[in-house]
């Protein structure tokens, strides 16, 4: 699976757009970009996943570069609630498991 | 609900004690697994399980064991082989080649 690199923090304004930046330059054409949150002393919580276009859903939009070396995550209005660590994963569907790195630490100041 | 429960919340190890964390799920799937998360860390996977009576060794299987007999449940087993126990073990399932995963609340194992 491809490796990600992603910010180790980042602080975002209650009601602004939240932009998670993730790079994966290595990422090879079969693989999927998912993202997950975890919100203190909780199991990880599913956001969205995409493969070359651009995605939304209730929780968040996701676009990815037309050359799939990197995507963002895109919280449209953050709330408190969203303060967490953000895991960018990239993984070939139906492979093993998922592998999760370290993440981003986002902070939604009031 | 559906979910996946785990249990106990917390969990304390004697030395040189077994401890086992339990984890059930109710949604079906065929997949299960088990992960490690260290403060300040990202998850490692143990062990997973595709199907029953089969399972495979994560990035870091040394010092633990599971067992696959029924399809809802997926016990990891924390041996005295494990010298640095201490973390907090997550518990996942979806459908084998699903992209989703599902979490449990997870298991905050200390060592005494």
């Known amino acids: 699976d491809a490796k990600t690199t992603q910010p180790p923090s980042m602080d975002c304004a209650e009601g602004r757009a939240a932009n998670l930046p993730c790079n994966h330059s290595t990422i090879s054409g079969n693989e999927y970009v998912y993202w997950y949150r975890q919100i203190h002393s909780q199991g990880p919580q599913y956001i969205i996943h995409?493969?070359?276009n651009n995605e939304t859903n209730e929780m968040a939009s996701l676009i990815i570069t037309e050359d799939r070396k990197s995507s963002t995550l895109i919280l449209p209005h953050a709330t408190l609630r969203d303060t967490a660590v953000y895991y960018c994963?990239?993984?070939?569907?139906?492979?093993?498991?998922?592998?999760f790195g370290s993440g981003t630490r986002l902070q939604v100041q009031p | 609900d559906g979910g996946i429960t785990q249990s106990p919340k917390y969990l304390f190890r004697k030395e040189g004690q077994n401890v086992t964390l339990s984890c059930e799920q109710n949604l079906n799937h065929d997949a299960m697994y088990w992960y490690r998360q260290d403060p300040g860390q990202g998850l490692r996977l143990i062990y997973y399980?595709?199907?029953?009576?089969?399972?495979q060794k994560g990035d870091i299987a040394e010092g633990y064991s599971v067992s696959r007999e029924k399809k809802e449940s997926f016990p990891l087993t924390v041996t005295s082989a494990q010298k640095n126990p201490t973390a907090f073990y997550l518990c996942a399932s979806n459908q084998a080649g699903g992209e989703k995963l599902f979490f449990g609340s997870g298991t905050q194992l200390s060592v005494l």
């Open positions: 995409g493969l070359k």
């Open positions: 399980s595709q199907i029953v009576n089969d399972f």
């Open positions: 994963i990239v993984r070939v569907t139906g492979r093993r498991a998922l592998t």
